[in-house]
């Protein structure tokens, strides 16, 4: 099923994210969260790629079994950086040939101990718009997303740039926009309207990552460079004693926060799992996000 289509065609997307685990025992415990994910018939799920593209070979494995043994749409997570025009060529027929027809284009980060100066090789793509604009002219039956970032885009401090940047991957093709997590809502609406601003009229979606520990809130600081995380968030986190009360009051902060986005009629809810369905499943069925349609693993 197309994305694109999906955003047409309904009120709202619901849409999970995973990643390739590096052990066997991740890759068993990953199915089963999927499996528990399954019965919430959610529009699409989507696979990302490590630092660099690291986890390249894992992705694609990953993404092709969803693709075989499950009837969830997949959407692909594919970086440039690092990569000749050759070799995301490759990869892109390699989807196409597993009827992969759905992909979300990131510029993405070098790989470890690269500089950014040598990140591009020669015949590579220096932004992600020239990704997405390659894809539409070689892929044209791909759906294409990119990513968004409604707290700013960290190696982008110049707002304005940022967005037209934003703008460049709309050109080039762009069907819907992704954002990366926020934990205050007005970040999001704020970039919805900037970007409305900028003549950008493609479908947003909301990315949330539920806080689930004081562990987890410490990476997504680390990965997220420049996330803001409001008072009354870390207030409530520090209010609760034990790991079970920490998770209940960050499942309840992203709970509101997709209530009040569903209220104002966002295109869709996007989940940063973390490999792990407990929290989705909470936010899920506390605001009736669920369907009880009878597709699972085989």
């Known amino acids: 099923m197309s994305v694109k289509k999906l955003l047409e065609e309904n ?5 999970f994210e995973f990643f390739p685990p590096k052990t066997e025992n991740g890759w068993e415990e990953l199915f089963h969260n999927i499996s528990s994910l399954v019965p919430l018939h959610p529009s699409y799920v989507s696979v990302t790629y490590g630092a660099g593209g690291s986890t ?3 992705t694609h494995e990953l993404v092709t079994r969803l693709q ?3 009837d969830l749409t997949v959407v692909a997570h594919l970086t440039c950086v690092g990569s000749t025009r050759d070799e995301i060529k490759q990869i892109l027929e390699k989807y ?5 027809d759905n992909i979300l284009a990131l510029r993405g980060d070098p790989p470890e101990g690269m500089n950014e100066e040598d990140a591009v090789p020669e015949g590579g793509f220096d932004h992600a718009a020239d990704l997405v604009a390659f894809i539409k ?18 190696a982008t401090p110049n707002r304005l740039r940022e967005i037209e940047y934003m703008k460049a991957k709309a050109d080039a093709g762009a069907d819907y926009i992704v954002s990366q997590l926020f934990f205050d809502n007005r970040d999001f609406y704020d970039y919805c309207k900037r970007c409305e601003l900028a003549g ?3 479908p947003i979606i909301a990315g949330i990552m539920p806080v ?8 997504m600081a ?5 996330a803001r995380f409001p008072a009354p968030l870390l207030n409530s986190l520090q209010r609760a004693e034990g790991k079970d009360y920490v998770r209940k009051a960050g499942i309840h902060w992203a709970t509101e926060q997709i209530r009040d986005l569903l209220h104002e009629g966002v295109a869709g809810i996007h989940l940063y799992t973390l490999n792990h369905s407990y929290a989705s499943r909470q936010i899920c069925e506390s605001l009736g996000l669920r369907s009880y349609q009878s597709v699972c693993c085989s």
């Open 11 to 15: 009120e709202r997307t619901v849409s």
């Open 56 to 58: 390249r070979s894992h």
């Open 68 to 70: 075989e043994e499950t």
């Open 96 to 100: 196409a040939a597993s009827g992969v």
């Open 137 to 154: 002219e070689n892929f044209p039956q791909m759906d294409v997303g990119v990513a968004g970032f409604p707290e700013g885009h960290p």
């Open 200 to 202: 950008i009229d493609l």
């Open 212 to 219: 689930t520990s004081i562990n987890n809130l410490e990476k």
């Open 222 to 226: 680390d990965m997220a460079a420049g």
